[in-house]
């Protein structure tokens, strides 16, 4: 395969180049939703609270 | 189980967002009022065209690429506090990278705004999606930027979420709208160890992204000029230099900006001088390495004296641009270096008066990078020799970008914590440290 032919070619030739930039912006921003998800969802299946474990914050 | 972080300031970092005085409001309608002043001319360029400012053919790029060039170089700052030292494993970084990752969040849109500006009707952009060429740089650099603006919100927003959640659990005396505006953005963060353990994770993944990312977004800006074959643009250095350069003064624009904010909140415990001599030394390693890019740059033009290319030289050297080309050159290198190395050292004041001139300096190093070879292109003969000198639009609208991007710093550090609560309580010596969460790194070891 001449991968060079086909960079040559990408650049060679009009295009619709708007579409990379909204699919690149597009892909990164799902990918930042379902990362910040998972990251909120690590709190979700957490045990109730025994006694003895308190939390640490502080009364301001 | 919790493990919401303790921390011994707590009190002192959250002072600001209780509640304002005055003269914070004042400093807002100041701000608003030079920001409106700027809207007000640009409403008169969208009317009038492009023709009312100093732009004239050949000079099609003015102060607003000045700016643009300017304000994505700032906002490298907080990605090279938080993202590169955090790889690095600089512990002392902890309490600075909020505001150092507000400083690009607040100069991002006024650095991609500063093109729209140029392009005179913002509608035009659109022409970009409709008709763009991937060989075009331009292209390259709105993928670039609006990738970096997307992540840099993300990135900030991320390690923002427990601080909120602490605002939201902590802060009962304030307005209703506020108090709600902290449990949406909160995305019910409970400190579970489990969330914060996922949370470094992705940081630390993210921060390898943003470190290749920034690079990338300053190249790709450089290449808008190296890329044509224009005197003083076409030259394989101008990709590092433009970095360097973006890195040098967003280091420098984070000294000031934690300075006022060390003085205007009191975080004088939070933000220890040891800090700021962290980041002189920092200062002093750019300062010297942007001068060896400025120096390999210009001699290696001069040597080649190639016609096009030696009378942009000469302009800057002892023509019409020399004044600005010098004085930037003192304002970048000797001055900051010498007070960086005397009088720096444990003194505040010397340092912010430093980062200050390098603000300065830098500025002008995009002017005198643009304007001499936009006044003297290679086809002088047949496009004509050019002159250029910024119309009361572009200052006002300079001005109010400026005004726009403090405006929207103050009002953030109003209603939020500039100071992480959460890594730092982490770093405090004696606190217990949750399981299932990365290692906390070892106090501040800056000096």
Not at chain 1, 19 to 44: D, E, K, N, P
Not at chain 1, 55 to 60: A, E, K, L, R, S
């Amino acid at each position: 395969m001449d991968i060079g032919g086909l960079v040559k070619a990408f650049f060679d030739n009009a295009g619709p180049g708007g579409v990379i930039v909204l699919l690149v912006i597009g892909a990164a921003s799902t990918i930042y939703y379902f990362l910040t998800r998972w990251i909120v969802s690590g709190g979700r299946s957490r045990r109730p609270a025994t006694q003895g474990e308190h939390t640490q914050g502080t009364d301001v | 189980m919790t493990m919401e972080p303790t921390h011994q300031n707590l009190n002192a970092i959250l002072a600001p967002v209780r509640g304002a005085s005055k003269k914070v409001y004042l400093l807002w309608g100041i701000l608003l009022a030079l920001l409106l002043a700027g809207g007000a001319a640009w409403t008169w360029q969208y009317i009038a065209g492009l023709g009312i400012t100093g732009m004239n053919r050949p000079v099609y790029w003015g102060v607003y690429i000045t700016n643009f060039v300017f304000f994505i170089g700032l906002a490298h700052s907080g990605t090279f506090i938080s993202a590169i030292l955090r790889i690095a494993g600089q512990s002392w970084r902890a309490p600075l990278t909020r505001a150092a990752e507000a400083i690009t969040l607040f100069s991002l849109p006024f650095g991609a705004g500063s093109i729209i500006i140029d392009m005179g009707h913002p509608e035009r952009i659109l022409n970009l999606v409709i008709y763009g060429r991937y060989q075009s740089p331009i292209l390259w650099d709105v993928t670039a930027v609006g990738l970096y603006m997307l992540s840099s919100v993300v990135f900030f927003y991320l390690s923002l979420i427990p601080d909120i959640a602490m605002c939201r659990d902590h802060l009962a005396n304030v307005p209703r709208w506020q108090h709600r505006m902290y449990e949406i953005l909160a995305l019910g963060w409970n400190h579970s160890p489990e969330q914060y353990h996922r949370l470094e994770k992705v940081l630390d993944g993210m921060a390898v992204f943003m470190t290749m990312l920034v690079v990338t977004v300053h190249t790709v800006v450089s290449w808008l000029f190296g890329m044509t074959v224009q005197p003083g643009w076409h030259t394989a250095l101008i990709g590092p230099f433009f970095l360097l350069g973006a890195i040098l003064s967003g280091t420098a624009a984070v000294v000031i900006v934690l300075s006022v904010l060390r003085k205007a909140y009191r975080l004088e415990k939070v933000l220890p001088v040891r800090l700021f001599n962290s980041l002189r030394k920092l200062l002093i390693t750019f300062v010297l390495g942007w001068l060896y890019m400025m120096i390999a740059e210009h001699l290696t033009i001069g040597y080649g004296s190639m016609t096009e290319e030696m009378v942009v030289l000469n302009d800057k050297f002892s023509g019409t641009y020399s004044t600005i080309f010098w004085s930037m050159t003192a304002l970048v290198f000797i001055f900051p270096l010498l007070i960086f190395i005397f009088k720096g050292k444990n003194n505040i004041g010397w340092m912010v008066f430093a980062s200050i001139l390098i603000n300065i300096g830098m500025w002008l190093e995009r002017f005198i990078v643009i304007i001499p070879t936009e006044v003297s292109p290679r086809l002088v003969s047949w496009m004509g020799q050019g002159a250029y000198a910024p119309a009361l639009p572009e200052i006002l609208i300079t001005v109010a970008c400026f005004a726009g991007m403090i405006l929207l710093y103050a009002i953030f550090t109003r209603y939020f914590p500039i100071v992480p609560i959460w890594e730092t309580a982490l770093q405090q010596t004696g606190l217990p440290q949750p399981t299932g969460v990365s290692p906390a790194p070892g106090p501040a070891s800056s000096d």
